[in-house]
């Protein structure tokens, strides 16, 4: 099993950053990928970013390209989700997840923090 708690949301202005973490514990040694994903309000789960816990290759939605940056802290067992240029459309539940297999989509995530919310005002 692995426990994942998200943190840092809060309510931003448009333009402005916020720094989610996502800290892991348990039977974190059998990860594979860390993912970011969202949900806003009415609308499908959609992919963020993801990174892999070996390698440290990472990937992002073309939606957040250029203004999120996904990291990696060893010591801590955290990932963070860096948002720079936050823009209303960005306002969602923002969840971690880990996969133990290689990741095409949600459904090869098998461990789910809760979330974090996350709005930008316009």
């Known amino acids: 099993q692995v426990q994942l708690v998200e943190s840092g949301g809060g309510l931003v202005q448009a333009g402005g950053s916020l720094r989610l973490s996502c800290a892991a514990s348990g039977r974190i040694f059998s990860t594979y990928d860390v993912g970011w994903f969202r949900q806003a309000p009415g609308k499908e789960l959609e992919f963020v970013s993801v990174?892999?816990?070996?390698?440290?290759?990472?990937a992002y939605a073309d939606s957040v390209k250029g203004r999120f940056t996904i990291s990696r802290e060893n010591a801590k067992n955290t990932v963070y989700l860096q948002m720079n240029s936050l823009k209303p459309e960005d306002t969602a539940v923002y969840l971690c997840a880990v996969s133990t297999i290689p990741t095409l989509g949600p459904t090869d995530y098998a461990y789910w923090g809760r979330g974090t919310q996350v709005t930008v005002s316009s």
């Open positions: 990174i892999n816990w070996s390698d440290e290759r990472t």
